[in-house]
């Protein structure tokens, strides 16, 4: 069963307006959560991380927020811009072993 | 360039060849990873290595067989694989130093078994 779920395989923004991808887990041992990007024929890159002793962590155009009690993620883009076109994988871990688990991930288009 | 690198790109094999999937990592980590992306699927652990040693096998079939031969290189060894096998693999490495560092991935072998 997956453990980290990304229900909206795709999302379409325009140019200059706010991107939210959206993250449901549902291990509560998880305390660590990590942002990829990835593009075409290319490895995932990291972005964007958070601890769960924060609700929101914040790195130029790019928040991720979380919700501990919903078991919930986001990551905000603002504003979108097309090189933000990409597919969007969030990932989880807990506090023991090596072990992440992905999402299947949101692939956004950003519309110039 | 995430400092890490896999080759080859593309490998195409029949069920009865035997294949090496190769990976670097410039990046002075101690652990490194093999992952498999199937078409509509999350990233799935294979293996872990930490220090050279292997830490994690998430049940992964005979027919997989990784070695590790220092903290900068890792391989998957193929033999008699299945059409399912057809597949991204990733390989990744961080620095585990007990506190929670991401991984940084390599481009991926595209592997498709005949």
């Known amino acids: 069963d997956q453990q980290v779920k990304q229900n909206s395989p795709s999302l379409s923004v325009q140019e200059g307006r706010i991107s939210i991808l959206n993250c449901d887990y549902t291990?509560?041992?998880?305390?660590?959560f990590l942002w990829y990007k990835k593009y075409p024929a290319e490895g995932p890159t990291f972005l964007i991380s958070?601890?769960?002793?924060?609700d929101k962590n914040e790195d130029g155009r790019f928040t991720v927020f979380l919700n501990k009690s919903a078991k919930h993620l986001s990551l905000h883009i603002v504003p979108s811009q097309p090189g933000d076109s990409a597919v969007y994988f969030c990932?989880?871990?807990?506090?023991?072993?090596?072990?992440?688990?992905f999402g299947t991930g949101t692939s956004l288009t950003v519309i110039p | 360039e995430t400092g890490v690198t896999q080759t080859p790109r593309h490998l195409v094999m029949g069920m009865t060849n035997k294949k090496s999937l190769k990976c670097e990592q410039h990046l002075g980590h101690n652990a490194m990873y093999w992952y498999k992306q199937s078409a509509k699927k999350p990233l799935e652990l294979m293996f872990v290595y930490n220090f050279k040693e292997q830490t994690e096998n998430n049940s992964v079939p005979s027919r997989f067989s990784p070695e590790c031969p220092n903290s900068s290189h890792l391989f998957l060894h193929l033999h008699t694989l299945q059409p399912e096998d057809s597949a991204l693999y990733l390989c990744?490495?961080?620095?585990?130093?007990?506190?929670?560092?991401?991984?940084?991935f390599g481009d991926g072998t595209r592997l498709s078994i005949l």
């Open positions: 958070i601890s769960s002793i924060k």
């Open positions: 291990n509560s041992m998880f305390d660590y």
């Open positions: 990932a989880a871990k807990g506090n023991t072993g090596n072990q992440f688990y």
């Open positions: 990744a490495s961080s620095q585990d130093k007990g506190r929670v560092q991401p991984q940084h």
